[in-house]
């Protein structure tokens, strides 16, 4: 009798083989096998094509310089440190962006241009009214309470179209308290009320059908009251309230993340 | 500690452009994609735990992005995930400086995306199974299985057209 013919390699194995995953013996083990296995040896020969094939077409782009537009994001990173930890407020900012909008505009193109979205938008003011309404209203502010949160995110999502829910802005020191469906600029609008434990409030406010809008949190101000909104998919949403700017951009980043 | 988290962000954009090229196949977009990656990553220095591993959380933010703007895209076919097709002119020029790797690049554009994803954090970007698998919050196996299909599909599409010649 010859030896009985081995089971070809599993796909699995060879995979494994091939990116290093194995302990040594197994290892081992199975490159005599592959050894014996003209079919594997192929498959391997041509997965280092693949892969030289791909490195020889992108490894270069990891050796370029910096492009410009992320060195112009890096270096506002390090040279203004205190503005985004919230000491200085966001207004301030955009209205240094507006005095050095056509130098910054020239060094950093789009990113800049974006950063000075035009205002008033109609999601952030409609969601400010909101807020002076509602927020203040000492005993309803909200229509469904955290409790019924459930069926306050049902009710958002059947009238909105989408399927949305108030997220969790613990992290920001805010707790939910509720919220309710508002006619909206284009629409039903969804308002999503939080509470700090000092008392402070601030609301999320999402409009549907949005076509315009900054694709990142960007800052607002309206007649006193100040915030961030953005537009992601159809939706555009606004961080609205009383506390300090380093706590609503908190909020806005962390609904950025959960809404999108 | 801050400059330490600019800069450890800093060194992670050259990987990020390198898989956000191979991922999108357009210039524009893949640009677009690593910008949108950066920009929130350095929105949320204030939330940054010293140590945390910089390099996953900006290639987690960058394909969460990724997977958004593929829902966000006109409805295409779901049996191929096609990306749209590079200009023709680029693709000349490719195929002028690399005769024998043009197919190699056109036939992973057209994997679906969760196995182009897979295939590219560990072909391109030398990740091991264990972090490209909590990257993309799948098991180890699923992750080598998709890497497999990755792989047969591949095979399949830079294949020699004698199949095709002998059909007709």
């Not at chain 2, 969760?114 to 391109?124: I, P, T, Y």
Request: aromatic letters at 6%; one cysteine or more; hydrophobic letters at 50%.
């Amino acid at each position: 009798m010859t030896t009985p013919p081995e089971e070809p390699v599993p796909k699995e194995s060879l995979i494994r083989f091939h990116a290093d995953d194995l302990p040594r013996a197994d290892r081992r083990a199975l490159a005599d096998r592959i050894d014996g296995d003209p079919a594997s040896r192929a498959a391997l020969a041509e997965w280092d094509r693949q892969d030289a094939a791909m490195a020889a077409i992108y490894a270069p782009l990891a050796e370029e310089a910096l492009p410009p537009r992320y060195a112009a994001l890096l270096d506002e990173a390090r040279t203004a440190p205190a503005a985004r930890r919230g000491a200085a407020r966001p207004r301030s900012g955009i209205l240094l962006l507006a005095v050095l909008g056509p130098v910054l505009g020239a060094l950093i193109g789009w990113g800049a241009s974006r950063a000075l979205w035009p205002a008033p938008p109609e999601t952030a003011a409609a969601a400010a009214q909101a807020f002076r309404i509602y927020a203040t209203d000492a005993t309803r502010p909200v229509e469904l309470s955290a409790a019924e949160v459930g069926p306050l995110a049902a009710w958002a999502s059947a009238r909105l179209g989408q399927a949305i829910a108030p997220p969790d802005l613990g992290r920001a020191g805010l707790a939910l308290l509720g919220g309710r469906v508002l006619p909206g600029p284009t629409g039903a609008a969804a308002f999503f009320l939080y509470q700090t434990a000092n008392g402070q409030r601030a609301a999320l406010y999402v409009t549907t059908r949005c076509t315009a809008g900054p694709d990142r949190p960007t800052a607002f101000d309206t007649a006193g009251l100040g915030g961030f909104w953005w537009r992601s998919h159809s939706l555009c949403i606004a961080a609205v309230g009383s506390p300090g700017d380093a706590t609503l951009h908190r909020v806005a980043t962390l609904a950025y993340d959960a809404l999108l | 500690m801050r400059m330490d988290f600019v800069e450890e962000i800093e060194a992670v954009i050259p990987s990020l452009r390198r898989y956000a090229h191979a991922l999108v196949h357009d210039r524009a977009a893949a640009e677009d994609l690593v910008e949108d990656c950066l920009r929130r990553a350095l929105a949320r220095r204030a939330e940054w735990q010293p140590g945390a591993a910089v390099k996953t959380c900006m290639f987690r933010i960058l394909l969460n992005r990724y997977r958004d703007r593929l829902r966000q895209a006109p409805v295409r076919p779901t049996l191929v995930d096609t990306p749209p097709p590079p200009r023709l002119a680029d693709r000349l020029a490719r195929r002028a400086a690399h005769p024998a790797v043009h197919d190699v690049q056109e036939a992973i554009a057209r994997l679906p995306a969760d196995q182009r994803v897979a295939l590219l954090l560990v072909m391109l970007e030398g990740m091991s199974f264990d972090e490209a698998a909590a990257l993309l919050s799948i098991s180890r196996q699923a992750l080598i299985a998709r890497l497999a299909r990755a792989r047969a599909a591949l095979a399949r599409m830079t294949a020699s057209p004698t199949p095709r010649q002998s059909i007709a």
